[in-house]
């Protein structure tokens, strides 16, 4: 079946600018997560979704960082005004609720952003 | 002091050897770890789980769990160039969020 996917792959802005990264998970997954990674750093948990229960934002870096799941499905990841520090790859996963004990979580391809 | 605590290597092994990789985790807590392989440019990608002390193997691939001493591993036995990658451990509590370690890098040599 389809993986998670996500677009764009690649997202070039100029400092300042707003951004919406898009992550389309995994069907039948309840739950949806949104990672970063900079150049040779490991993954920073910004925020995740579990069904219909109020998001898990306590990674989100700053009040510019915002992001929603419409419908359970789709979720869409907004930085406004972005700056040079945002720039990094930004990483979706989605996980099932199927066994509670476990929540394996994959990943999508990501979106590289650089911010000029 | 990290959640989650690997090497960041890298560590080089010969093809065919058997590679080590190593975890250890600070939260009692933590129910259920993962490996995930990383290519340069990739995202990660699940290779095993475990949830239960001891070992469990899956093809070329043995993951340890010692809950008492709050490690985790990861062997890969015959490794091969294509293993060549960052390997990332990850831990979770129970509450769906993974804390995942800063991977460490393996390099297989022909």
């Known amino acids: 079946g389809a993986g998670v996917s996500q677009s764009p792959s690649n997202k070039v802005t100029e400092k300042g600018k707003d951004v919406e990264l898009r992550c389309d998970p995994i069907?039948?997954?309840?739950?949806l997560y949104w990672y970063r990674q900079s150049l040779g750093q490991g993954l920073e948990f910004l925020i995740y979704?579990?069904?219909?229960?109020?998001?898990?934002k306590s990674g989100l870096p700053s009040d510019r960082f915002s992001a929603e799941r419409t419908g359970g499905s789709v979720s869409t990841l907004t930085i406004q005004r972005t700056q040079q520090e945002d720039s990094a790859v930004y990483l979706c996963?989605?996980?099932?609720?199927?066994?509670?004990?476990?929540?394996?979580?994959?990943f999508g391809p990501g979106t590289r952003l650089t911010v000029t | 002091q990290k959640e989650v605590e690997q090497n960041s290597g890298p560590l080089s092994v010969p093809e065919g050897a058997i590679a080590s990789l190593n975890c250890t985790y600070s939260?009692?807590?933590?129910?259920?770890f993962f490996w995930y392989r990383q290519y340069s440019g990739k995202s990660p990608e699940l290779i095993m789980f475990?949830?239960?002390?001891g070992d469990k193997e899956d093809g070329r691939f043995t993951a340890q769990l010692n809950k008492a001493s709050q490690y985790v591993s990861l062997l890969i036995r015959d490794s091969q160039p294509s293993d060549s990658a960052t390997y990332l451990c990850?831990?979770?509590?129970?509450?769906?969020?993974?804390?995942f370690g800063t991977g460490t890098r393996l390099l297989v040599s022909p």
């Open positions: 996963a989605s996980s099932s609720d199927r066994d509670r004990s476990l929540y394996e979580q994959y």
């Open positions: 069907s039948g997954h309840t739950a």
């Open positions: 979704f579990q069904g219909n229960s109020a998001p898990d």
């Open positions: 939260d009692r807590g933590s129910q259920s």
């Open positions: 475990i949830y239960s002390n």
């Open positions: 990850a831990s979770n509590t129970g509450f769906q969020k993974l804390v």
